[in-house]
């Protein structure tokens, strides 16, 4: 973006947006490109990466950094498609950085109109001058790109293979497209795609403890965040731009960057005041502190997790936020459970999963994962479903929810559960109905889209236990 410096090149055609010159948007290409190296060579997450950068840069960058990273993501199917006919030559052929510079070069040209063409073809020719990988490439990298200019290439036909064109259309890996028409249909499935590609909102949880919510409000904006729009209950927040972590208000622990789907998560646990509560897979930390707040001060919040730099994370949280009836204890929810049976009001398993619902915040897994990732990790979720319900007192409740929209993860993990628990019955009403009651399903059970209502993909469901073990 623009540092005020001169290029000294000769002034474009057409006026230029602020923060879009030549030279001056290389650094954050340059971080763009390191990172997306590291997520695709290294196995690394992209937003764990970008949270590293981005305070090294000022907020129109910031922005850039996030689109450029998250869209490459996002897009590579539809990428790399183009750049293999526009190379006339295999992928695996392509060295590894040149292939990212061109992802990027080509990302801009396609999806984001506010950058000049010649802007995005030039800052890729220079990017690959300066690559030790990439330096000789930089010829290939100009012809490609220019190409791309000139050239739009053709989507495969629909009508000789619907699979095929959606994968492409919506830069989605072939097997998901399937699995998603299997079950939403083509026009549900193209319309969930669709809305994987965009960027999240950016939702907060107020921490309504600390002050009332018009204090904690104008706090914020005081800290030059500003409310986008209010969630469905009154701790949740959605903000116009990024959060701002290096503020007054977030030091002290006024507010917490959560996503509305896992804040609705919490809710529909509904411990009461005073309640003992076992949340299951903890780290890191955000459902742990919001039902910590649930319950008040006299209940008490056990958070169990395996990870141990998970906890402490959460633990982090915690103090930040001053909840200081949440506890952590390092546990494994795969294997029997080192607390007494029985012994909890309210338990909660937000299950480790595939993700598939959290494509637009981790565009990298859609690439990463295969078709028998869901059954696979159901299986898992389901063993840790059994072990954390010992847990749950006669007539308390257990909430069982992944951050999936795979069956597998979801419904059929419950039902084999049920199958095998009798004691346990899906709640006919869960609360808050005034609340969440239009995403509750005819079953009971909760699922969440981002293109219904913008929210992260979310399988829930409330049970009851009906009768003690003993």
């Known amino acids: 973006m623009s540092d005020g410096r001169k290029t000294g090149r000769r002034p474009p055609a057409r006026p230029r947006v602020p923060g879009e010159r030549d030279d001056a948007g290389l650094p954050v290409r340059r971080a763009a490109l390191e990172i997306l190296l590291r997520v695709e060579n290294r196995g690394a997450y992209a937003d764990v990466l970008l949270g590293n950068r981005l305070p090294a840069f000022i907020e129109a960058d910031r922005r850039l950094l996030t689109r450029l990273v998250l869209g490459t993501l996002a897009w590579r199917g539809r990428l790399d498609y183009e750049i293999e006919r526009l190379a006339r030559r295999p992928l695996g052929e392509i060295e590894p950085v040149v292939l990212e510079i061109l992802r990027v070069g080509l990302f801009q040209l396609r999806f984001l109109d506010r950058i000049p063409k010649h802007a995005a073809v030039d800052t890729a020719v220079t990017l690959a001058r300066e690559n030790r990988a990439s330096r000789g490439a930089h010829g290939f990298v100009n012809a490609i790109l220019r190409a791309a200019t000139r050239t739009a290439v053709e989507l495969p036909l629909r009508?000789?293979?619907?699979?095929?064109?959606?994968?492409?259309?919506?830069?989605?890996?072939?097997?998901?497209?399937?699995?998603?028409?299997?079950?939403?249909?083509?026009?549900?499935?193209?319309?969930?795609?669709?809305?994987?590609?965009?960027?999240?909102?950016?939702?907060?949880?107020?921490?309504?403890?600390?002050?009332?919510?018009e204090e904690i409000i104008a706090r914020l904006e005081r800290d030059g965040m500003e409310v986008a729009a209010t969630g469905r209950f009154p701790e949740t927040l959605i903000l116009k731009g990024a959060p701002r972590f290096d503020s007054e208000s977030f030091r002290e622990g006024l507010f917490h960057v959560q996503s509305e789907a896992s804040q609705i998560v919490?809710?529909?646990?509904?411990?009461?005041?005073?309640?003992?509560?076992?949340?299951?897979?903890?780290?890191?930390?955000?459902?742990?502190?919001?039902?910590?707040?649930?319950?008040?001060?006299?209940?008490?919040?056990?958070?169990?997790?395996?990870?141990?730099?998970?906890?402490?994370?959460?633990?982090?949280?915690?103090?930040?936020?001053?909840?200081?009836?949440?506890?952590f204890v390092q546990a494994d929810a795969c294997s029997p459970l080192p607390l007494r049976n029985e012994a909890f009001d309210f338990v909660l398993l937000d299950a480790p999963c595939t993700g598939l619902g959290t494509l637009r915040e981790h565009p990298e897994l859609?690439?990463?994962?295969?078709?028998?990732?869901?059954?696979?990790?159901?299986?898992?979720?389901?063993?840790?479903?059994?072990?954390?319900?010992?847990?749950?007192?006669?007539?308390?409740?257990?909430?069982?929810?992944?951050?999936?929209?795979?069956?597998?993860?979801?419904?059929?993990?419950?039902?084999?559960?049920?199958?095998?628990?009798?004691?346990?019955?899906?709640?006919?009403?869960?609360?808050?109905?005034?609340?969440?009651?239009?995403?509750?399903?005819?079953?009971?059970?909760?699922?969440?889209?981002?293109?219904?209502?913008?929210?992260?993909?979310?399988?829930?469901?409330?049970?009851?236990?009906?009768?003690?073990?003993?």
């Open 266 to 327: 919490a809710r529909l646990l509904a411990p009461t005041a005073g309640s003992t509560i076992a949340d299951c897979a903890a780290a890191p930390g955000g459902k742990t502190t919001h039902l910590a707040e649930l319950t008040g001060a006299e209940g008490r919040v056990v958070g169990l997790d395996t990870n141990l730099a998970g906890l402490r994370a959460a633990a982090s949280v915690a103090q930040r936020l001053g909840a200081r009836n949440a506890m």
């Open 159 to 213: 009508s000789r293979d619907e699979i095929a064109y959606m994968a492409v259309r919506w830069s989605h890996p072939r097997w998901l497209v399937e699995r998603m028409v299997e079950w939403f249909g083509a026009e549900g499935s193209e319309s969930l795609m669709a809305a994987n590609n965009e960027a999240a909102p950016t939702a907060i949880r107020l921490n309504l403890r600390r002050a009332g919510r």
């Open 366 to 470: 859609r690439w990463r994962l295969g078709a028998d990732d869901p059954a696979r990790m159901g299986r898992l979720q389901l063993a840790m479903l059994s072990n954390v319900a010992t847990l749950v007192r006669e007539r308390g409740a257990l909430v069982y929810a992944v951050c999936s929209l795979a069956p597998e993860e979801g419904s059929s993990v419950v039902s084999a559960f049920l199958e095998r628990n009798r004691q346990f019955a899906l709640d006919p009403e869960p609360p808050w109905r005034a609340e969440i009651g239009d995403l509750v399903g005819p079953s009971g059970t909760i699922l969440l889209r981002p293109d219904r209502g913008g929210f992260d993909g979310f399988f829930a469901a409330r049970m009851l236990r009906r009768q003690s073990l003993r």
